[in-house]
């Protein structure tokens, strides 16, 4: 951290501890590199030594992030094609602290800066180059590191005292550049000042970094500092070599206060002004700063009061909260306001806000109202739901903005002021008075919802200057009679005011090319079930049914067996070799994608792992647990529950027994109630396949309500549930008690999920016992003919997964007037305001784009994308050809003015539609084929949805020319 800008002193902040939150490490598709977005004319750079967990998403905004390797962040579990990771390492100074201390000649060791707590290395010592290189360089190499930011290269002012000493601390200086790039050439390398030796080594440098251009921070007195213009004057004396001669790259880096975002971004757009690359952060570079790109923090903070050992699924965010944020383009971290630390430091740079859900009194209540009031503080909106969770009163209350509402309840309590937009979004408020908290607002604020009885008058919901918040029965209503709920709040609207959330474009797994994805996923349950009616095929088992379903549509379907049903050992021995060949059939189908329902299908898993409420039947002391007929799973005799055999071993057993040539099983299907806890998510992981599963989406039109729709998934302990889009066949068919042609009705579910909001894809999911009635395999196939006469994008459960999965990893920025969305190239789509489209005529890596119900969905054609958004009606009337629609994947795109060219690549049929221009030729293989005129432009298909391929995929290259 600078103390002046001349000389040694000027010095990039010392790191501390971060750690990478979740392990989403995906299989980058072929198109993320080559379709890329060409890069800035500078590249952007981010310096982070923050606490955990690191926020990949939003530091992925940038081209270079440099990280402090002691954290124990693994730059090869993130993927982020656009960033690359390079690790911190102090080249003049050594701490304690670092685990080859010990290990350095004591003579070596010259001096020392007590500012830090580290000693001076003698850059002149014969051995110091070759045991940085290993010591030092090679296992971050080894950790996956390419590049390395080198600090404290001036260091050795602190110990030579003569022009002769200088000059052999600048020599070593160069023999330890030149170790490095020696063992490892490719290797990028970035230095915080270090003009001495430049003039040796710059042919090896990518970049150059100082501190403090126009704001400083003066370590040793702790205080922010103006720089003098004298020193602003000789540092821009010593850029001008680096950029006129060297051609390097130079990043200033400025300090802030972390509440004074206005204070960052001028100082930005000051350094930008002198040609330099800005980074504006806090001294100890502990949060997101700002640079050229702005990243847009898009993750939520929910506290809960949970019971312990309840999974989190069924906890009141996720089940309520979580749904309405997601689309709003936020990911939540969740904690227990009774069990786990509240995270110190800032957290504005990287939440968008801090939620409570409480449903009781807090343990620690002074605890949670102090850090409550640091949060306000420092600038991050907090939303409180149910209740406050303690006491609202004196000097609290007052820095809320609230009062406790004196007199008591007397006699019923009544509305007198309730927000028509925001209240009574499903159901009316109910007040009732034995569940209230009486609370009054101040001189701001405003009220939502106001109630009275006798000489009591309180506000059970308001907006206030630092978030807001709805008490308790008023955000969702429990209808425990119906077993429904019903929101009495609007909470899309609510949170985004509440939030203060910034208009952005908004990351959407639902759609690609603006069509609604469609998947089909088939646990495994009831595959050794008998055909219960006379079957034309001459089917016996379920499975026999559902193979001809399958291969008669062709649509991509995920489906799966548990492993211990069709297995010698399991309890059905005698014809588990017929049963393992008809999964051989169904596997080998083109259109069919593998997957594992576990080994003996776990119910309660909270229970089995232990994670949760422990039965008889679990062994705590061995961590196994005995089944047996008592419904847990499957009795497979002799069989003790084991985690990594119902998980990685039934991926590994269906694979060697039943996999066909050139297939492996890709996704895990979670069994029983879905509640899976991290460590078995872990083994899916380590497993190396995909997850899905839970959720619960049971909306329909007997229970019309938001609180029965699922969000995208869960983050548990860094790993990530994906939720099956909606429920399955059980749900509709009363659990196999009637009436079997029930599942008909997810129809209804499709509807209610896409108006007002598409909310969700379309999923059919449903057992192996459908294959067993003729009734539900008639509703089946209503539902498939169904959909297949809907615009729609079918993709695999692993596509989509992956889709969510890039979610938690997509970058949300600002650059000036133009949004830059970046991921691993698996998510495809943004969603903007529904009058608002791009400016193609500037756009790059974006196809075109498409109204929807809700909002405009902006193709994207790879793994990132840049566009100003401009107004609809001015977007349409740009005249140039854009892909309005298309049910496959888009690769290899190119625009120009009158001309695009793409690769289609499809499940099914390939079909697309253009617009933009009236009189364009479209080539499709070479061949000019005819489109129909639709209200989105011209639509072009090889042939209908219903029709199978005859392979697993169908690619196409298209060429559009609109020349007259």
């Not at 406790?404 to 009574?424: K, Q, S, W, Y």
């Not at 492993?563 to 399991?570: C, H, L, P, Y």
């Not at 979670?670 to 995909?690: E, I």
């Not at 221009?917 to 070479?926: D, E, F, L, Y």
Request: glycine letters at 8%.
């Amino acid at each position: 951290m600078g103390v002046g800008t001349k000389g040694w002193m000027s010095r990039v902040a010392r790191p501390l501890v971060l750690a990478l939150s979740s392990a989403l490490l995906l299989a980058r598709p072929a198109s993320a590199v080559t379709s890329a977005v060409k890069p800035a004319a500078q590249p952007s750079y981010a310096f982070y030594y923050g606490a955990a967990p690191i926020p990949v998403a939003e530091l992925s905004a940038f081209d270079h992030v440099v990280v402090e390797p002691d954290s124990g962040f693994d730059p090869s579990q993130v993927d982020t094609p656009h960033t690359d990771w390079l690790a911190y390492a102090s080249v003049g100074e050594v701490t304690p602290q670092r685990d080859f201390f010990s290990a350095i000649p004591k003579a070596w060791l010259k001096g020392d800066n007590s500012a830090w707590g580290s000693q001076v290395v003698d850059q002149s010592a014969p051995g110091w180059p070759a045991f940085f290189v290993e010591h030092v360089i090679d296992p971050l190499w080894q950790r996956g590191f390419r590049g390395f930011f080198f600090d404290t290269l001036d260091s050795f002012q602190l110990i030579a005292k003569t022009d002769a000493e200088r000059q052999r601390q600048i020599a070593g200086l160069v023999r330890v550049i030149d170790a490095v790039k020696t063992r490892y050439p490719q290797a990028r390398l970035v230095f915080n000042r270090g003009f001495e030796i430049l003039p040796q080594v710059h042919q090896w440098v990518d970049a150059v970094a100082f501190e403090s251009l126009y704001k400083g921070w003066d370590q040793g007195k702790q205080l922010f500092t103006e720089v003098p213009p004298s020193d602003r004057d000789w540092l821009m004396a010593q850029v001008q070599p680096l950029r006129d001669s060297y051609k390097l790259p130079v990043i200033a880096i400025d300090y802030c206060p972390d509440t004074d975002r206005q204070c960052a971004l001028e100082t930005a757009r000051r350094i930008s002004a002198q040609g330099l690359i800005p980074y504006v952060s806090d001294p100890g570079l502990q949060r997101v700063g700002i640079g050229e790109p702005q990243p847009i923090p898009t993750r939520i903070l929910m506290l809960q009061d949970s019971p312990n050992r309840v999974s989190l699924n069924v906890s009141d965010g996720v089940r309520y909260l979580a749904t309405p944020l997601n689309y709003l383009g936020l990911r939540l971290d969740y904690l227990n306001v009774n069990q786990d630390p509240l995270p110190e430091g800032p957290l504005a740079d990287r939440y968008a806000g801090v939620v409570l859900w409480l449903n009781d009194r807090v343990d620690q209540p002074e605890q949670l109202r102090q850090w409550v009031l640091r949060q306000i503080a420092a600038g991050v909106r907090v939303v409180f739901i149910g209740t406050f969770g303690m006491p609202v009163a004196g000097p609290f209350a007052q820095a809320l903005g609230l009062q406790p509402a004196a007199g008591e309840v007397d006699g019923p309590l009544r509305v007198t002021h309730a927000d028509a937009t925001l209240m009574g979004y499903e159901v009316p408020p109910t007040p009732d008075p034995r569940d209230y908290t009486p609370v009054r607002l101040g001189a701001q604020g405003r009220s939502l919802l106001r109630l009275q009885s006798g000489d009591l008058e309180f506000d059970a919901a308001a907006l206030m200057p630092w978030g807001g918040y709805v008490m308790r029965p008023f955000a969702v209503l429990a209808m425990d009679d119906m077993s429904q709920a019903r929101w009495v709040l609007q909470p899309f609207e609510f949170l985004r005011q509440a939030l203060n959330l910034r208009d952005m474009p908004v990351p959407d797994p639902t759609t690609e090319n603006g069509l609604r994805l469609f998947m089909s996923h088939i646990d495994g349950d009831g595959f050794a079930s008998k055909v219960e009616f006379q079957d034309a095929g001459g089917a016996t088992y379920s499975g026999e049914a559902l193979y001809r379903v399958l291969k008669q549509y062709g649509l991509p379907v995920t489906a799966s067996v548990i492993e211990g049903e069709v297995s010698d050992q399991g309890p059905n021995a005698a014809i588990a070799p017929r049963l393992r060949e008809i999964a051989r059939q169904i596997f080998a189908l083109p259109n069919v994608e593998m997957a594992s329902h576990t080994y003996t299908h776990p119910l309660p898993w909270m229970q089995v792992t232990g994670e949760g409420v422990a039965t008889n039947d679990y062994d705590r002391a061995e961590g196994t647990g005995v089944q047996s007929t008592n419904g847990l799973a499957i009795n497979v005799p002799g069989y003790r529950f084991n985690l990594e055999r119902e998980i990685g071993g039934s991926v590994a057993g269906i694979n060697r027994l039943m996999a066909p040539a050139g297939k492996q099983v890709k996704v895990l299907l979670w069994s029983g109630d879905c509640q899976v806890p991290a460590v078995a998510l872990k083994q899916a992981y380590q497993a190396g396949v995909l997850n899905m599963n839970g959720g619960d989406t049971l909306i329909t039109r007997s229970n019309p309500s938001l609180t029965d729709v699922a969000p995208q998934g869960v983050m548990k302990d860094g790993y990530y549930q994906v939720f099956a889009p909606n429920q399955n066949e059980e749900i509709y068919t009363a659990l196999w008690q009637g009436p079997y042609y029930g599942f008909r009705r997810v129809l209804e579910t499709f509807e209610l999920t896409e108006h007002p909001r598409r909310i969700k894809p379309i999923d059919v999911y449903y057992h192996m016992f459908t294959g067993t009635k003729e009734a539900s395999l008639t509703a089946l196939n209503t539902v498939l003919q169904s959909v297949t006469r809907q615009p729609i994008h079918p993709v695999f459960v692993s596509d989509y997964a992956r889709k969510v999965l890039d979610t938690q990893q997509t970058s949300v920025a600002r650059d000036g007037d133009f949004w830059v969305i970046r991921n691993a190239g698996w998510l495809r789509t943004v969603r903007v305001a529904p009058d608002l489209a791009p400016d193609l005529s500037d756009a790059r890596g974006v196809a075109g784009f498409l109204p929807g119900p809700d909002g405009v969905y902006v193709h994207m054609t790879g793994s990132e994308a840049r566009f100003r958004l401009i107004p609809l009606g001015r977007a349409a009337a740009q005249n140039l050809p854009w892909l309005a629609s298309a049910n496959g994947r888009i690769d290899a795109f190119q625009r120009t003015p009158e001309r695009l060219s793409f690769e289609l690549t499809s499940y099914v049929a390939p079909r697309f539609t253009i617009a933009g221009a009236s009189a364009c030729r479209v080539r499709v293989a070479g061949k000019v084929i005819a489109g129909e005129k639709t209200p989105e432009g011209r639509l072009f298909s090889l042939g209908p949805i219903g029709v199978p391929v005859s392979v697993n995929q169908q690619s196409v290259h298209v060429d559009v020319d609109c020349r007259a």
